[in-house]
């Protein structure tokens, strides 16, 4: 979606693009009244976690700081790692998509997939690879109830979520889904709960630099980096007093 050009191995992204994405994510009508999101931009250096871009519209103060949203079907990878890390699962072993999450029917707990609730289907048998395709609840909720919340929760914030981004601005920790989480907002939890954190919803509640970062240290296999932005240090003579290098803060998969 971005024109960019890249200038000495630097990614250059014109203001202009920022500002068309962050002030109309959407050119379809319908596609905005289906799929509300906040107006907002971040992109970040996978390699040193350093940001490249932060950008939001509108009143309200920097959003992709300062703002928590649930991350839904981006927090699916979490719930995979996690899984994978627990011994839960393989990720050829195939869980069938029923459509409806039925174990605690009996407890007046039965949770949808989505495909169920779109138009009484199911994906039949998935695999972890096509379950991250398709967006399978199904596959996710089977996967948090054999996980539990405390496996779950531990991963989520090795990964980044819910934690300080090393960023030297004002920023929201956001907040990670756990039984201490309930807790302080004084409920108690209860295994719908989990299904629903394994889901990326529940308590789960993360700025939008959190989520990039978060995607960042996926893709550099558990490798997480601070989000720093100071650059360099530089004297009244021009002279260069401090250059910081990349910092790592944590490695999910060491």
Known sequence: FAEYSRKRGVLYVTWAVVSNLVTNPFSSTRTRKCCPLPQVAVMVEVSTGAPLVIASHGQGGNRALLSTYQPRNLFL????????????????DQICCEGVFDRYEADGYAPACWIWTAGDLTHGNENMTTALRDSCDYYFYALGNDLGIYQLALY???LGLGQPTGIELPENVGRVASLQTAKDNGREWRIGDTLEAAAGRNDNAFTPLQMAEYCAAIANKGLRYSASILGSVTDRDGNTRYTRQPQITGNTMS
Not at 77 to 88: D, H, V, W
């Open 77 to 92: 990878p979490c719930t995979a790692i996690a899984s994978l890390g627990s011994n839960i699962i393989t990720p050829e």
């Open 156 to 158: 989520t914030e090795s």
